[in-house]
Each structure stands twice: as structure tokens, then as C-alpha cells.
């Protein structure tokens, strides 16, 4: 744990500095040589001896105590009128008005002024004071390397840290800075933890200069662009928080916590309108909510983040982001849970329709999600372990990516200077910068901001000035070099081309898959028709061959039948001739004596 304490003391309150002066050497003491001393020494040869000739130092370093400065406003109202004229009442307006454009004074003071007037009309009309007389010179680009320092460190003034979960610059130049304060982990605040939120001065990290004290721990707090005195919280338990610091620490309104989401609001923003009290949140209940701040009574809209676009509760997935670009006040990005980003648009006939096109983005929730400010079609968006960017038109698939890191992402935003540029942070505490038209495979610069996980990113309007947010509530205060900061010689029609490049790559990727999946459809239909004609040869062939041998077989058992037979024919036949009838036999023996009287 990292002890820091800050001694301050007046400088009137130090001790005395002390002066020195020259004066002549004074004789203390007298010793006399010993001769007989001389007998106990040995002399030492060769004597090696050391001797340090530079200058002795020393460094004090004093921290005085700071000027306090304040600011105060003063509303001017409409003067010049009589003390019984109202300026607020017409009638009396006119009637003074005709009044005093009926005195001669009046015409003349007119006519006096009339030709004044002129005069300053023609020298305008003749001078352009606002020309511009070195456009036409091309600015040099330094060719110096991507860097960045640290200026200030801004942590958690509590004992009990919490991770600094959301960033916000004061509007009106970067002197401030509001960061709100929570722990996200479930149950892992206990009741000693501070529920404070605050506003820093980015100059003194000593005291923060302003204290939010909402109901709940702060997920999100945003700037009211419109009125630097105004902000807007989403807290822990899922209400919406309006402060106005020229009232105090304590929040103007909040919603009722019936009326509010049933999560932690993630992501508030506020909305362009004439009012400037408008503004929408999001969270991972699965709900998007619209107020407006003069009446925080119950939402004015809502929207369920169902992708079935059924507008069904129990099936919406839960928000982690929310995009808005002041340019199309009518459309807004969400980035969920389930790593899908869903593009809306609040203005549709139905609410079905209000969920314009779905973006299967990431394996995991959707951190970080912002258009481009120069190039509103492209997006940017963070979860996993990749930063993608997209075009509108491709819903299939990112057209740039980087690389899978090791460690998860956490955050990102786009430089608001320069549009090749983007910002990301992860849990290793690396912050990388990378610029896709140097390279687009490794960030162009990658900070080692500190030993723990970052979880907030935000840059400054002017883009030179960069804070990120820790889990230890640590807030770091980062300083951009001027090439990161600077925009580029002819960078946006780049960046222009890389993006039509990409996305026209997309494109014939893209329909090259659908041809190839439609092959395949085609070539699986044809196979099975196939086969069930094969199958149906095979049974033609197979029962043929069935008929072929059964027609064999019955051959050949009639063959055996009829060789059967004629064997057994043949059998009969040999047994009648081995039996000779009894006239045959008398026969042959007359025959045999006749033979045997002619020899004798």
C-alpha cells in the first residue's frame, strides 16, 4: 500500500537562515613537540591516501501553501429603461418607444449616428478581419516520436480504495475533472465504504475541489455541455442523480427508485435539445430510459433491448455502453452484455422498428463503444480481448481489428484531433495508442500507466490531455505529444480511403460467402436428390439381382431333380437285366450241349 502525506507550512514559520562571515584564525592551544614520542612511531612506506576535492551539496525542496482562487458569476438584467417602464410589459415598451421616436433629439441623434455607422459598415465591408493570410502554407509536421508524460496523479482520498469507474472533462476547458467513485465487484463494498463522489482540479491532486454526496456510489457521472455547473449520475442501485454545484454537494433531484433501472446505470448521457435538460441512460437490466431533468419524476421514454423486437423484458439483453453523436440526435448505439451492439432509432413509428440493425461484435460485454468524430459512419468498439471498428453498412462483420492481447480490454475512445487515432486500455495496466495509418498491427505507442487494471479512459476535447482511471481509484493525468495531438497533412482523406478500402473489402468477402453458402445449399440439395435415386438404383439393382439368383437356384434344383430321376432310371435298368427268365436259361443250356455232342 502506497503512503503518501503532504507537508505544508508557512513560510513565515521557518527557522532562520544562517550567515557565515570571514574573520582571523585564533590560537586555542599550544603543544609542543615530544621528542621521546618520536621512538613509538614506525614510519608507513609507500602512504596511500584518498581525498573527495568536490563540492558538498545538499537539496530542500518546499511546497508553499496554494493561492485559493474563486470563481463568482453575475447576471446582468436589460437597463437603460425609466423606473416606471417594466421591460417585461410590451404595452409599456411601445408606448415609451413612440414616445421618445416623437423628439426631435431622437431623428437627430439618429442622423449623427447613421453616418458613423456607415463609415464602420464600409471598412468592414472593405477589410475582412477575419482572413486568414497564411491558409495556403502547409504546416511542418514534426517527425518526432509518439510519446507521452505523466502530469498529475489524482487518488482515492478514502481508506477504503474503489475503482475509479467513470471520467467526465469539464466542458468549458480542461481545468477540471469529475470522476465518480464505486466498487462493481457483487457485495464487495461493505459499510464503511465511502459512497463520495468528486471534482478535481487538474492542478492541485492534493484536495479535491468539489464533493458529490449521492443516495448510492456513482457507476457514471457526465458533464452538462451546455451548463458547466450541471451533471448527471447513474448510481450503484440503479437511480438517476441531476447535481448542480452552485447548490451544493447534495443532488437537485433524483428519480425515484420505482421509476428507475433495476441494475446499475452503466452509461448517462445528455441529449441535444433546446432545453439542454434532456438526457438518456442505460443499463444492464436490459432497459434504456429517457429524462429530462426539470421533472425526474418517471422516465419520458423507454425502450426494451429485446433483439426478437418484441419489445419483451424477460428476453432484452442487459447494456454496458451507449453511443450518442450530437450530429444525428435521433439515432444512439447500445453495446450489451452478450457482446452484441445494437443500432436504434428513438424517432421510429413502432417500437419494433426502434431497433434498426443488430452488430455481432464481441465473445464477451461491449466496454466502449464511440463513432468516429470525423467519420460518423465508422464506429469504434471494445470488449474481449480486441478493438474493432465498423462500417454502417456491413452488419456481418467488423472491417478492422487488432490484434487478440493477452490481457482483457477494458476501454477505448477515438482522439477527437486527429481521426486515425484511438485510445484503449487493459487489465495489465497498459494504455495503447494506435494510429492505423503508421501501422495497424501493434499500437503505435503502449504506456505501462500502472501495476493494476484500468478502467476508465477519457480525453480532453483539444486531445493533448488524456485520464485514465484505475482499480484502486488512482486516476492518472497523461500528457500527448504533438504528433499524437496535431492533426496530419492530408490525414482525413487517408483515413477516408483506408475506411472505403476496408469496407469495400467487406463487402466482396461478404458476398462471396453468401455465394459459397448458396453453393452449398444447392450442392446439399442435389447430393440428397442423388442419393435417393442412387438408393433407388441400388433396390432396382439389388432386387434384380435377387430375382437373377432366385431364378438360378430354382434351375438348378430342377436340374437336380431331373438328374435324380435319370439316375435312378438308369439304377432300374441294370437291376432287370442281372435277372434272366427260366426259358432263356433252358435255351442256353440246349445250346450248350449241342455244342458239346459235335466235338465229340
Known amino acids: 500500500m502506497e503512503i503518501v502525506y503532504v507537508y505544508t507550512k508557512k513560510r513565515n514559520e521557518f527557522g532562520r537562515q544562517c550567515n557565515f562571515s570571514d574573520r582571523p584564525a585564533e590560537l586555542h592551544v599550544d603543544i609542543l613537540p615530544d621528542a621521546s614520542l618520536l621512538d613509538n612511531f614506525i614510519e608507513k612506506d609507500p602512504v596511500d591516501a584518498g581525498i573527495q576535492i568536490a563540492k558538498e551539496m545538499s537539496e530542500h525542496e518546499v511546497n508553499t501553501e496554494r493561492f485559493e482562487t474563486e470563481n463568482r458569476g453575475i447576471n446582468h438584467t436589460e437597463g ?18 413612440k414616445k421618445v421616436e416623437k423628439d426631435e433629439m431622437y ?146 433531484d433524483m428519480s425515484p427508485i420505482e421509476h428507475s433501472h433495476r441494475d446499475p446505470a452503466y452509461k448517462t448521457i445528455w441529449l441535444q435539445s433546446k432545453t439542454g435538460t434532456e438526457c438518456f441512460s442505460a443499463s444492464s437490466d436490459g432497459q434504456v430510459l429517457w429524462w429530462d431533468t426539470r421533472k425526474m419524476g418517471e422516465p419520458t421514454e423507454k425502450l426494451y433491448l429485446d433483439p426478437t423486437k418484441k419489445q419483451d423484458l424477460s428476453k432484452s439483453q442487459g447494456a454496458m455502453a451507449l453511443e450518442y453523436e450530437p450530429t444525428i440526435p435521433t439515432k444512439f448505439m447500445v453495446g450489451t452484455e452478450q457482446g452484441t451492439i445494437m443500432s436504434c432509432n428513438r424517432k421510429a413509428k413502432t417500437p419494433a422498428e426502434k431497433i434498426v440493425a443488430l452488430y455481432p461484435g464481441h465473445h464477451g460485454p461491449v466496454y466502449a463503444l464511440q463513432r468516429n468524430p470525423s467519420f460518423v459512419k465508422n464506429f469504434l468498439s471494445v470488449g474481449d480481448w480486441t478493438a474493432r471498428i465498423w462500417s454502417e453498412d456491413i452488419r456481418e462483420s467488423s ?134 435415386e442412387e438408393y433407388e438404383e441400388e433396390n432396382l439393382v439389388k432386387k434384380a439381382e435377387e430375382d437373377f439368383f432366385y431364378e438360378i437356384e430354382q434351375e438348378m434344383k430342377s436340374r437336380e431333380k431331373k438328374e435324380a430321376a435319370r439316375k435312378e432310371k438308369e439304377d432300374m435298368d441294370k437291376t432287370d437285366k442281372g435277372k434272366a427268365s427260366p426259358v432263356h436259361e433252358e435255351r442256353e443250356d440246349s445250346g450248350n450241349k449241342e455244342d458239346g455232342s459235335k466235338e465229340e
Open 107 to 252: 431623428t437627430n441623434t439618429i442622423l449623427q449616428l447613421g453616418t458613423v455607422m456607415e463609415h464602420c459598415i464600409k471598412q468592414n465591408n472593405a477589410i475582412n478581419i477575419y482572413e486568414e493570410y497564411f491558409d495556403d502554407i502547409d504546416v511542418e509536421t514534426s517527425e518526432e516520436t509518439p510519446s507521452a508524460k505523466t502530469i498529475n496523479v489524482f487518488r482515492d482520498p478514502n481508506d477504503r480504495k474503489r475503482t475509479a469507474t467513470h471520467i467526465s472533462w469539464f466542458p468549458d476547458g480542461p481545468r477540471k475533472l469529475a470522476i465518480a467513485y464505486s466498487v462493481l465487484d457483487f457485495q464487495g463494498a461493505d459499510s464503511d465504504t465511502s459512497m463520495e463522489s468528486y471534482i478535481w482540479d487538474v492542478e492541485n491532486p492534493n484536495k479535491p475541489e468539489f464533493t458529490l454526496k449521492p443516495v448510492s456510489p456513482l457507476v457514471c457521472v457526465e458533464y452538462n455541455p451546455k451548463d458547466s455547473h450541471q451533471l448527471l449520475g447513474g448510481c450503484y442501485n440503479g437511480q438517476i442523480a441531476f447535481w448542480d454545484t452552485r447548490k451544493g454537494s447534495q443532488p437537485v
Open 399 to 532: 472491417i478492422m481489428w487488432t490484434k487478440y492481447h493477452k490481457a482483457y480490454l477494458t476501454d477505448g475512445c477515438w482522439s477527437p484531433i486527429r481521426p486515425a487515432v484511438f485510445f484503449t486500455t487493459k487489465m495489465d495496466g497498459t494504455l495503447d495508442i494506435w494510429d492505423i495509418i503508421f501501422k495497424q498491427n501493434d499500437p503505435t505507442l503502449s504506456l505501462q500507466v500502472c501495476d493494476e487494471p484500468l478502467h476508465s479512459l477519457r480525453v480532453q476535447e483539444q486531445g493533448r490531455l488524456i485520464a485514465t482511471g484505475s482499480h484502486s481509484g488512482t486516476t492518472t493525468l497523461l500528457e500527448l505529444s504533438d504528433s499524437l495531438c496535431t492533426l496530419q497533412r492530408n490525414e482525413k482523406n487517408l483515413v477516408s480511403a483506408i475506411f472505403e478500402r476496408e469496407t469495400r473489402r467487406e463487402k466482396i468477402l461478404d458476398s462471396r460467402h453468401r455465394e459459397m453458402k448458396l453453393k452449398e445449399r444447392t450442392k446439399s440439395s442435389q447430393e440428397k436428390e442423388q442419393t435417393e
Open 80 to 97: 437603460g429603461w425609466p423606473k416606471d417602464i417594466n421591460p417585461q410589459e410590451i404595452e409599456q415598451v411601445m408606448r415609451f418607444r
